[in-house]
């Protein structure tokens, strides 16, 4: 039952973690809170946008054959026949050949006029307006389908919407959108060394802090945390917070103990509601890692240590979570520096390092992966994969941000 | 009065942004809602964490100098005298010399141990363990104030706080934290050719997607926008609108029309209540910027271009709506690429270049700031220093991404 003599290496994990992950619900919500959520329908442009020509200066619509060759020297003479105000078409106003009108930005492009030339490069002489540089057809206007055509696809499903997009959400017409409902993740905390944060631990214990980092960053990802408290390592306790979790969650992550009894704890219970898939990734830190499954919800035992629990959260829960919002990968942000030091690193395991930027530059950050301050005091993970022996300082590797 | 024949340089409007902002107001939240808040406060370790000396390994413990000089061939004997439970301390318990005791990850250190043995590299015979390799002093043990010592910094006043700090507050038994409190930023529309997305667009008329964009901009970054509607370019509205927001925000965002005669408006409006401290800026896109402040709140005249009020959001507002937060600077995300491709610029203004990015080159998107998709489809911007005929292509640039 126990596949812990045989840990699967990250990518096999991976695909587990995406092959159980249950398929994203769609929900409509209001366009103005759609920020950070993912998309699931295509988002079609029903109109041109912006929907006729637009000045984008302040100038004078012309035909732009009336500018050919025009100079400070030789300006082209062209007789204002009106202005157009914002907001509104100008009725009966058009400009013909040897005629000009006055445009300010965002205003309708006159009937006649092909171009607008900045006020800058002209001069008024009464009703004669100087024209001083030639412009070329188009010149300085939006056309009317320049930003978005009819029918065009605007926003792709899948994709996370940024503050911009809600601008063109709003430029659409659209106050609602259909999203990824935010995945309910259970979070079961194991460990008879654990309190909660409002006690004061006694000899031997410490407050459970792995579940509010879990959650925090379940939250900021996109999904709905709840927590279902602390469980002795007792089978039946443990039993008990699961039947209550499973009915209520998208997906469960226990927290472990960081025991092995808590492990094999954990595992058993797994495997005796459901079905153990992986117990055991060939993963630096992060190696006691189990997903499993219980009727269609997936369920995770996350090692103890912090440090150990955040690099399997990235790594291999954030596939399963990112499927279950529709998206295509997991949206990590990352950047590209240069390592400070060497990492060792042990062939045949996939290992994540702490790391600390300064100035582009990466600087390992060791420390034992029970210690919290490791992850305050780091702003990513450096991978070393599972082929390689290690990496040397200078070389440039990606940046998995917190 | 108009400063607009002499703009200013960027140094100078953001210096004058984070000169007018109003000072921070801190707030107790709870901590577990805290995450992405900026601190207000110095976080203090109130006891030494983890606060007993435990094992990071399941193994035994041991005094270190009896596994000296220990190998697979000649093992050291230890007879194991009993066995430490997790969450308590076991009464009575000593690893004397000669002795050890099994230890679970996280257990309490037993008296007279210094440190503990893989249960790896160990093994059993009856009460007899057999050590097949030695141990340092503290080797495989976790310190009582190894992660924080009582009275240390845990986390720094204007930290933004990382869902990891949310794990170090529950560590340290905090339930709640000072973060600054959410700036309330009004915004304003102006421009006749403005109408409500709920609205169908007459001939002339476009959607307002620039407060929308804006709102959920402030909305991410910590801000609660709040949205005064459409105002028309008339003086008296512009007033009516400005004087029902300045009691209910902490500063305000005037989204402006396009047109020369509504910056005019805008202007005009600021100084007829208050005072134009910049009107203008050497900046592209964002040039038409007003800065002002009215009594002691700050009012920002932004550009009607999408794409200008964008980078003036990000250049010139930030600085503002950080310093309110108790942020050193503003908190902005960049990573490091290539430039796909030459970018010339004018010297004597400080250029914002859309790009895309693909595989860390970063391509320039070009297109007219008054299109929406060129902001859609970008991924970040590049800075063009003032100083700079441009940029080659092939040179390293830092990306801001939004």
Known sequence: MSKFLHPVDVAEAVATSRHIAPDFVPEDVPADCATGRVLCEDVIAREDIPGFDRS????????????????ESIPALLNCGGRVSMGAPE???VVSRGRCAYIPTGGVLPEGAD????????????????????????????????????GAVILQAGRRLTPQDTGVL?????????????????????????????????????????ASMLAAYLNEYGCDPLHYGIVRDEYRSFEDALSKALPECDAILISGGSSKDDRDMTAGVIAGNGEVLVHGITLAPGKPTIIGRIGTTPVFGLPGHPASAYVVLIVVVLPLISHMLGEKKPC??????VLGDSLPSQK????????????????????????LNTLVNSDGLVCIPAGCEGLEKGCEVDVILW
């Open 56 to 71: 984008v200066v302040d100038g004078f619509a012309v035909n732009f054959e009336d500018t050919t060759g025009s100079s």
């Open 91 to 93: 009725q009966g106003l």
């Open 115 to 150: 171009a607008v030339i900045m006020v800058e490069h002209t001069e008024r002489a009464g009703d004669t307006v100087l024209v001083k540089r030639p412009v070329v057809y188009g010149e300085n206007v939006l056309f009317h389908d320049e930003d978005y055509r009819r």
């Open 170 to 210: 709003a430029a659409c017409g659209r106050t609602s959108v259909a999203v990824a409902r935010r995945p309910v993740i259970g979070i079961i905390s194991t460990g008879n060394e654990l309190v909660p944060v409002t006690a004061t631990p006694g000899p031997g214990q410490v407050r459970d802090a792995n």
């Open 332 to 337: 990590l942000r990352t950047t590209r520096a």
């Open 348 to 371: 045949g395991r996939e290992e994540y390092i702490r790391v600390r930027l300064e100035e582009r530059i990466a600087y390992p950050v060791f420390g034992k992966s029970g210690l």
